[in-house]
């Protein structure tokens, strides 16, 4: 069945340094979302994708979608303390767009 | 307030006490799903219903059970817990299916001891 894979699993970033998670997919995607959850918090939507090699960005979060649909990333620039989360990446594959969760990058920041 | 709202936010409970999680939204949505976050996994989908009367199973149906007799609830039913199933479940709906931005009530803590 479809797999999302998100790597990496955690990442710590110093303020003001740039990191990327990606987002894998064992088969071609429809549309790619991605959500942010803040500790003790519940899934919050950021963005989706829908076209072949889109980029979104929203202010310091820029998100790709791949050329074959099959992959996404979100880089941050400049992180900031506020970014501390999880952030998840979500795919569907079939007609209803019933979603598929990545596991997802757990982002913590050092002053 | 356009709202997901799931009660109780937290329970614990014994093995095999039959329990209710309910869930209700405010914007008419047609599809809601039950999702359980458990670490390193990620949020797997339980149950959706993609409108009153209409549900399917998710990725891990087995142990729970939903209605959906009206389009604002959904219900989710543990008819017989055990300790498996100690998670943090999430209810969640969407306007028309996985194409649209879904909304997250704000979880359930569930211990089953």
């Known amino acids: 069945g479809q797999q999302v894979m998100q790597i990496p699993q955690y990442q710590h970033v110093q303020e003001g340094e740039d990191f990327t998670t990606y987002c894998n997919s064992s088969t071609t995607l429809s549309n790619i979302q991605w959500y942010k959850q803040r500790p003790g918090g519940h899934p919050v939507f950021l963005i989706q994708l829908v076209k072949s090699g889109e980029v979104k960005k929203q202010k310091r979060l820029t998100f790709q979608f791949g050329e074959a649909k099959k992959n996404s990333s979100l880089h941050i620039t400049a992180t900031q303390t506020t970014d501390v989360g999880t952030y998840f990446c979500?795919?569907?594959?079939?007609?209803?767009?019933?979603?598929?969760f990545g596991a997802g990058t757990q982002v913590v920041v050092t002053p | 307030e356009a709202q997901v709202t799931q009660n109780p936010r937290y329970l614990i409970t014994v093995t095999g006490k039959k329990l209710t999680v309910t869930c209700s939204q405010n914007m008419n949505h047609e599809y809601m799903s039950w999702y359980r976050q458990d670490p390193g996994l990620g949020l797997r989908q339980i149950y959706y219903?993609?409108?009153?009367?209409?549900?399917d199973k998710g990725d891990v149906p087995e142990g729970y059970k939903v209605s959906r007799k009206e389009k604002r609830n959904f219900p989710l039913i543990l008819e017989s817990p055990s300790p498996n199933q100690t998670s943090l479940y999430f209810c969640a709906s969407t306007r028309t299916s996985g194409f649209s931005e879904q909304f997250f009530g704000p979880g359930t803590r569930l211990t089953v001891l």
């Open positions: 979500a795919g569907s594959t079939d007609s209803w767009g019933k979603l598929q």
């Open positions: 219903s993609m409108n009153v009367e209409v549900t």
